[in-house]
């Protein structure tokens, strides 16, 4: 029973913590949200009115800070363990730093049972206080695990800050690539082999002679003809033609191209396809709520 207990208890437990998470956090939104909207109105009132779109859209987008969320629920924690303490001072005569002790103890769910209210014989308003018990530790167990979740962002957003600081590339991890291999490699594709050699200067005849073809055309349009009187072919339409050709073959590459990438993207390379998918890594839990409440997602 206590398995099966704690199995459900703790799986209720934890969504209603994360709802109160996302219901607190909403809060302190709407409300940083009105004092900010009115410090910009009043910052912008000596402003046209045209610039009331962009105002607006300017607002929309706005995310508040996640310093002063944190800084909000430090307060409201804060406030909550020394109510709590003075009640356990008073009821359970125990002294102000024991209080505190337990408040973070029982708050923070460790737990450790060293202290446990309600073990004296008699107390004074023992339905009272034990109703007031319940009502501490609930809205502190809730206050200090939104506090825990908003103060990992900002540990997260230290880290990396720290480490764009110290820029640790562990380049002294990295293999240095084999210089026989890059020599081999370079040699390879910028090397002059024979048959290069070869098939450069067999090209380079061929622009030779077809310039010196089509400057004998332009000086003597009569050569166009053989001396059966039957037309050759002119190196300028030929010329013409083969521009057109090339035109048109790229066109027709371009087309099949975008054709097949909009048909078929799976032929294409991974990280040239862009996927739209919603599941992102940390898009889960308590800390998905609070990105998506403070905007972090993006900022991150």
């Given at each position: 029973m206590v398995i099966a207990y704690g199995f459900l208890g703790c799986s209720g437990g934890i969504l209603f913590f994360n709802l109160f998470l996302e219901r607190i956090i909403t809060l302190l939104a709407v409300i940083m949200r009105f004092y900010h909207e009115r410090e910009v109105r009043k910052s912008s009132g000596a402003q046209r009115r045209d610039s009331t779109a962009s105002l607006d859209d300017g607002l929309d987008e706005w995310k508040p800070s996640v310093y002063w969320v944190m800084l909000c629920l430090l307060i409201g924690t804060i406030i909550i363990g020394i109510s709590a303490s003075l009640l356990y001072c008073h009821m359970e005569n125990w002294s102000y730093s024991e209080s505190i002790y337990f408040c973070f103890v029982a708050f923070s769910t460790i737990?450790?049972?060293d202290y446990v209210p309600s073990q004296r014989e008699h107390y004074d308003d023992l339905v009272v206080y034990r109703f007031a018990n319940f009502v501490c530790i609930v809205t502190g167990c809730c206050c200090i695990y939104s506090l825990f979740n908003v103060t990992s962002i900002v540990i997260k957003q230290f880290l990396n800050w720290l480490i764009k600081k110290l820029d640790c590339k562990c380049n002294c991890f990295k293999k240095k690539q084999s210089p026989v291999f890059t020599q081999v490699a370079r040699t390879r594709r910028n090397a002059l082999t024979p048959n290069h050699v070869k098939s450069y200067s067999q090209n380079s005849q061929k622009s030779v002679n077809v310039r010196a073809s089509i400057a004998e055309t332009q000086s003597d349009p009569d050569s166009m003809y053989d001396s059966d009187g039957e037309?050759?072919?002119c190196m300028r339409d030929l010329l013409k033609s083969n521009k057109v050709s090339l035109a048109i073959l790229q066109k027709e590459l371009y087309e099949s191209a975008q054709r097949?990438?909009?048909?078929?993207p799976a032929i294409l390379l991974?990280?040239?396809?862009?996927?739209k998918d919603d599941f992102k890594k940390g898009a889960v839990g308590p800390l998905a709520i609070v990105n998506k409440a403070l905007g972090e997602d993006e900022r991150i």
């Amino acid at each position: 029973m206590v398995i099966a207990y704690g199995f459900l208890g703790c799986s209720g437990g934890i969504l209603f913590f994360n709802l109160f998470l996302e219901r607190i956090i909403t809060l302190l939104a709407v409300i940083m949200r009105f004092y900010h909207e009115r410090e910009v109105r009043k910052s912008s009132g000596a402003q046209r009115r045209d610039s009331t779109a962009s105002l607006d859209d300017g607002l929309d987008e706005w995310k508040p800070s996640v310093y002063w969320v944190m800084l909000c629920l430090l307060i409201g924690t804060i406030i909550i363990g020394i109510s709590a303490s003075l009640l356990y001072c008073h009821m359970e005569n125990w002294s102000y730093s024991e209080s505190i002790y337990f408040c973070f103890v029982a708050f923070s769910t460790i737990g450790f049972g060293d202290y446990v209210p309600s073990q004296r014989e008699h107390y004074d308003d023992l339905v009272v206080y034990r109703f007031a018990n319940f009502v501490c530790i609930v809205t502190g167990c809730c206050c200090i695990y939104s506090l825990f979740n908003v103060t990992s962002i900002v540990i997260k957003q230290f880290l990396n800050w720290l480490i764009k600081k110290l820029d640790c590339k562990c380049n002294c991890f990295k293999k240095k690539q084999s210089p026989v291999f890059t020599q081999v490699a370079r040699t390879r594709r910028n090397a002059l082999t024979p048959n290069h050699v070869k098939s450069y200067s067999q090209n380079s005849q061929k622009s030779v002679n077809v310039r010196a073809s089509i400057a004998e055309t332009q000086s003597d349009p009569d050569s166009m003809y053989d001396s059966d009187g039957e037309k050759e072919i002119c190196m300028r339409d030929l010329l013409k033609s083969n521009k057109v050709s090339l035109a048109i073959l790229q066109k027709e590459l371009y087309e099949s191209a975008q054709r097949g990438k909009y048909r078929s993207p799976a032929i294409l390379l991974p990280s040239r396809v862009e996927e739209k998918d919603d599941f992102k890594k940390g898009a889960v839990g308590p800390l998905a709520i609070v990105n998506k409440a403070l905007g972090e997602d993006e900022r991150i």
